[in-house]
């Protein structure tokens, strides 16, 4: 140890130092969500760069960050936990350090004015979270000082580990993991800042649906017609509940009430039906029956007129 520091870990000890620290988490059963770099890009979508662009842009990270860089790219940084204005994060130095990071919430009126910026240009908040946005929209969302990225200002971090920088290697690590974080959970970044990112996109549906609405005096009546176009508009039709219309009622010839139609049809179909149900019917009224079949006796008052007959006429 030299002044108070540790000797330097080599970028090889230091990943296997990560891995098997991760072997040993994963075993206690802790959740932990370590920083993994494929490649030298460090964040690929537009909300990682314009986080990693936002802390480059400000000298006050200039001296330490490189070095950062090279700390996230090896692994070095074992778990990172973002909640609303708040980072933890477990870096890998040549021991394992605790390093957090408050941003502080974007004001209300800063926010508002974001919001207005930017609306009725977001579409929907998938285009949103993926960076779909057009160049105005992305020029108000990343303005210096007035954006949504925060400002040194309203940065604060802690690190456990001997160094006496205000800005060490370890938080730099962190700073540009948030970045390679927010390519795969963009809405992190409105949760950093206690933001709701569904008021970019209602602000913008409001204003569409004030514009849609006509002016006052704008809408003509009836009159106004009449007089421009020169003719006659009729007056609008009451709105009349027309009634339900009753089944038509059958008069009858005989004695008794009218019954209605459909009473009439249903008791006709029931009729056959009573008839098949009463078996064998008697003989109809009025008519005797007769025996011995449909053959004829024959007429005793005819005369024979056989040969026999007329000879002894």
Not at 50 to 72: K, Q
Request: with cysteine; net charge positive; aromatic share 6%.
């Amino acid at each position: 140890m030299y002044y108070g520091f540790k000797p330097y870990v080599p970028v090889a000890e230091r990943k296997r130092r990560a891995e098997r620290a991760a072997a040993r988490a994963e075993k206690s059963g802790s959740q932990r969500s370590p920083v993994r770099i494929e490649g030298r890009a460090i964040a690929a979508t537009f909300w990682g760069k314009a986080w990693c662009d936002n802390i480059e842009r400000y000298s006050d990270f200039s001296n330490r960050l490189p070095r950062g860089r090279t700390y996230v790219r090896s692994g070095a940084v074992c778990d990172l936990q973002i909640a609303p204005g708040e980072v933890k994060a477990q870096v890998m130095g040549s021991r394992m350090y605790t390093v957090k990071v408050g941003i502080a919430a974007i004001p209300k009126p800063r926010w508002g004015a974001v919001c207005r910026s930017c609306s009725g240009e977001i579409d929907s908040l998938v285009e949103l979270l993926q960076g779909r946005l057009s160049k105005s929209v992305m020029e108000h969302i990343c303005r210096r000082e007035t954006g949504l990225f925060p400002a040194p200002r309203e940065i604060a971090f802690t690190c456990t580990c001997p160094d006496w920088a205000s800005l060490c290697k370890h938080v730099a690590a962190v700073l540009y993991g948030i970045g390679a974080r927010l390519d795969h959970r963009p809405a992190l970044l409105f949760a950093l800042r206690k933001v709701d990112e569904n008021d970019l996109i209602g602000t913008a549906s409001a204003n569409l649906q004030l514009a849609a609405r006509p002016a006052a005096g704008k809408v003509l009546d009836g009159a106004g017609l009449s007089e421009i176009f020169g003719i006659d508009l009729a007056e609008p039709l009451p709105n009349v509940t027309p009634e339900r219309a009753k089944p038509p009622v059958k008069q009858r010839s005989g004695r008794g009430p009218a019954v209605p139609a459909r009473q009439e049809q249903a008791a006709h179909k029931a009729a056959p039906a009573a008839k098949r149900g009463s078996g064998k019917q008697g003989p109809r009224p009025g008519k005797k029956k007769t025996g011995g079949g449909s053959r004829r006796a024959p007429d005793a008052t005819k005369r024979s007129t056989s040969p026999a007959a007329r000879s002894r006429r």
